[in-house]
């Protein structure tokens, strides 16, 4: 691996354009989806380079509107799953020999190409394949994965600066940071582009080769993030792009000898399984596969009775209801004292009344659709469940439309059962639910907060009261990866707030970071004798006279 250090400073985080009515970058945005939306296009596999075209086919359909196909992808099988894994290994020698600044080059070019004449298209495949606001994609595969490009090529930066600090004369020593023995098997969501553009490329910027399987309700943006690499200048092989059904896909992946690692974001029960099978394959790996993950969360929100109630309702509104709840760091439960509920109730419900749910072209519109049939019919069951229960209600909305796209309004649940179901249980979409506390126990809901979900990824304290505070960082400080105070529990910005979580949301090896990076690289140490020893006689030995 090259380890030329060179003079890289420390990035600025890319600003997010406002998209404004009369702003260049609204109406270029508009063109672009409105060229995106006039063709149907047709997704090939691409390994080492090469398209490949197996005639077994998806679609890509618009959740707001489930009768337009803007494209057709071929799926990966067997054959093509093992050429992943060939041309991936083949190019592994050249990739990782290559000098760490050539390697960076390509994806600050490719960051250079989003920030500028890539931008607009990347937003427009983002916002239909996806059902995002104009907003939210901005946030995410323009901001954010530029971001991740970056400033992963900084930390790497750093990482290769990491030398032992003491090399007693006549000796020299040092580190190197290879790549891993092997290729990466990298597992994007379909809800954010800059995750399905980190995976697969925090391990190469280290050197690393990687076979990289997209979620199959994402693959036309996907689709345009690999031919970006290749913009780039990626070299062939170096990242294969093979979408396909996971429960194919993953055990010939995961049975390859070669397997070097796994860097993965989804369900926490897919991720377990993952595990399960490097577990008991572990005597057929070359090596140990290193294995990163961030899965799910039942985020929440906790409120002091000194909130401000007005902050605390907007990060409610916002942190529960962007991009339809279609997050992981998304909030789903709440904790709210029962002397603030009825002016909090008020507030919620005139602002939710002006929440517009529709097509993403639309850009009053706050909410889009869900992402697919499945989504909806879970959600929808979440809700009819709380709407038939006896210890819950629904306050506000909930409403589910599907006969033009999968559109579900925000929905508000209360209850008294601080394990409800929806209180503990991962729904991914939008729908909160609030728990009342009493107001001297304050400390005993703050562990029950804790206790109540298996995950731990984000949460936040709402609280003017700094004691409050200071006891609420203390109680809650395994319950999330990410903690917030006064702020809403989404929007982790690279190079500021390091993002993963542990317990069930993952191994917490914080994407957009150095830590994350340091996964992907192998250390060897080394120790150069510039005046090595002529005689095997230490001076005990000496005969006393």
């Known amino acids: 691996m090259g380890n030329a250090i060179c003079n890289l400073s420390l990035p600025i985080n890319e600003p997010v354009k406002s998209y404004a009515p009369g702003t260049a970058e609204r109406q270029e945005v508009k063109a672009a989806l409105s060229e995106l939306k006039s063709q149907e296009i047709e997704i090939p596999l691409i390994i080492g380079g090469r398209e490949i075209k197996t005639g077994k086919l998806g679609k890509c359909i618009l959740p707001h509107d489930h009768r337009r196909v803007i494209g057709t992808y071929h ?203 490097l577990g008991k394959n572990i005597q057929h790996y070359r090596s140990y596969p290193r294995i990163v993950g961030e899965t799910g969360g039942k985020d929440f929100i906790f409120a002091h009775r000194s909130t401000d109630l007005q902050a605390l309702g907007v990060a409610l509104i916002r942190g529960a209801f962007e991009y339809q709840g279609q997050k992981c760091s998304a909030v789903s439960r709440a904790y709210i004292p029962r002397g603030l509920w009825e002016d909090l109730k008020v507030y919620l419900i005139e602002e939710l009344n002006t929440v517009t749910v529709g097509d993403v072209e639309d850009f009053g519109a706050f909410m889009n659709a869900v992402i697919d049939r499945t989504a909806f019919d879970k959600i929808s069951t979440y809700i009819d469940y709380a709407k038939k229960a006896d210890r819950a209600s629904i306050v506000y909305g909930g409403e589910c439309d599907d006969r033009r796209g999968f559109f579900i309004r925000p929905a508000v649940v209360l209850t008294d059962d601080p394990h409800f179901r929806t209180m503990q249980e991962e729904i991914f979409g939008p729908v909160l639910t609030i728990y009342l506390y009493d107001e001297d126990r304050y400390v005993e809901t703050l562990e029950l907060c804790d206790k109540t979900s298996p995950y731990a990824l984000t949460g936040a304290i709402f609280a003017r009261d700094r004691q409050a505070v200071a006891v609420a960082q203390q109680k809650l400080e395994n319950a999330a990866g990410n903690f917030y105070i006064n702020d809403k529990p989404t929007g982790a910005v690279v190079g500021q707030q390091p993002f993963g979580g542990a317990r069930a949301s993952g191994t917490n090896d914080k994407a957009g970071s150095l830590w994350n990076l340091l996964r992907w690289a192998s250390p060897r140490a080394i120790k150069e004798n510039f005046v090595p020893s002529r005689d095997y006689r230490y001076p005990f030995m000496e005969a006393e006279s």
């Open 75 to 277: 799926q990966a099988g067997k054959r093509e799953v093992q050429m992943a894994i060939d041309a991936a290994l083949k190019a592994r020698g050249d990739w990782a020999a290559l000098p760490w600044a050539d390697r960076a080059a390509v994806f600050l070019k490719a960051a250079d190409l989003i920030s500028g004449p890539w931008r607009a298209t990347f937003n427009a495949a983002n916002m239909l394949a996806q059902s995002k606001n104009i907003f939210q994609a901005e946030i995410d595969s323009a901001c954010e994965l530029i971001d991740f490009f970056r400033f992963n090529a900084y930390y790497a930066t750093q990482i290769l600066a990491q030398q032992p600090p003491c090399s007693p004369h006549p000796t020299w020593n040092r580190m190197e940071y290879r790549a891993l023995e092997g290729f990466v098997f990298a597992v994007t969501p379909f809800n954010f582009v800059s995750i399905a553009g980190n995976l697969p490329s925090a391990p190469a910027v280290m050197g690393n080769v990687a076979v990289w399987k997209p979620a199959s309700s994402a693959v036309f943006s996907a689709y345009y993030l690999m031919k970006l690499f290749q913009e780039a200048g990626l070299p062939e092989g170096v990242i294969n792009f093979i979408p396909g059904p996971g429960a194919e896909i993953g055990p010939l992946v995961m049975n390859s000898p070669e397997l070097a690692g796994v860097h993965f974001t989804g369900s926490t029960e897919t991720f377990r399984q993952m595990w399960q099978t």
